[in-house]
């Protein structure tokens, strides 16, 4: 079993739009939690962070369900510059791997005009 | 300005062919990765280092190599003996320290392609 996974979607959207991403994590040990967004054929990069009692930037927003293994992205009122791949990641905190972030395979959005 | 700067942007490999991809950061972290993305694929972890002069494989290491003799300088060697080198490569580094300890910071990565 994969330790992240992640719809792959694609999600096409229109402008305005409010959409949700949903990620599941195998490890319960777990204890920090990721967004980020990677460009066409650009790097990664930082979203933001999931705290246990869910926050907000913004347009986003992100939840964490500890009993479930489950985090969410929202989005509300998309833009056409939201258009991307979101990659939820998880940082293991078990014995030899601790540490180390675990990538989802990330879920595609598209907002169209 | 402060960052991580992998080079060259694009690189091809004969077959049999060593090849070393540079990664630099001037962000004083002590920790620093390598991973491989393939097309619709997620990243996959080839080695980390933790503290210059020591590093660990990840998931797929078979066919690559690492060093850490700076702190600033992880540079990968995709060797002959990796048969499906072409892929995004991609370096990050994280601080291990304060708030942002667990945060990840990428460079932009070099695209490997075989001739």
């Known amino acids: 079993r994969k330790e992240v996974e992640q719809d792959p979607g694609p999600f096409n959207v229109p402008e305005g739009a409010t959409v949700a991403f949903n990620c599941t994590y195998s490890?319960?040990?777990?204890?920090?939690f990721f967004w980020y967004r990677q460009d066409c054929r650009k790097e990664p990069k930082l979203l933001m962070s999931?705290?246990?009692s869910g926050n907000e930037d913004g347009r986003f927003t992100a939840q964490l369900n500890r009993a479930s293994q489950y985090i969410s992205l929202l989005i509300r009122d998309s833009k056409l510059s939201d258009s991307a791949t979101y990659l939820c990641v998880v940082k293991s905190d078990r014995g030899s791997t601790l540490g180390r972030l675990y990538f989802g395979r990330g879920t595609q959005l598209t907002v169209w005009p | 300005d402060g960052g991580i700067t992998q080079s060259p942007k694009y690189l091809f490999r004969k077959e049999g062919q060593n090849v070393t991809l540079s990664c630099e950061q001037n962000l004083n972290h002590d920790a620093m990765y390598w991973y491989r993305q393939d097309p619709g694929q997620g990243l996959r972890l080839i080695y980390y280092?933790?503290?210059?002069?020591?590093?660990q494989k990840g998931d797929i290491a078979e066919g690559y190599s690492v060093s850490r003799e700076k702190k600033e300088s992880f540079p990968l060697t995709v060797t002959s003996a990796q048969k499906n080198p072409t892929a995004f490569y991609l370096c990050a580094s994280s601080s291990g320290q304060g708030a942002s300890k667990n945060i990840q910071y990428f460079g932009a990565g070099t695209r490997l392609s075989v001739l």
């Open positions: 999931v705290y246990s």
């Open positions: 490890n319960s040990a777990s204890q920090s």
């Open positions: 280092s933790q503290i210059v002069n020591d590093f």
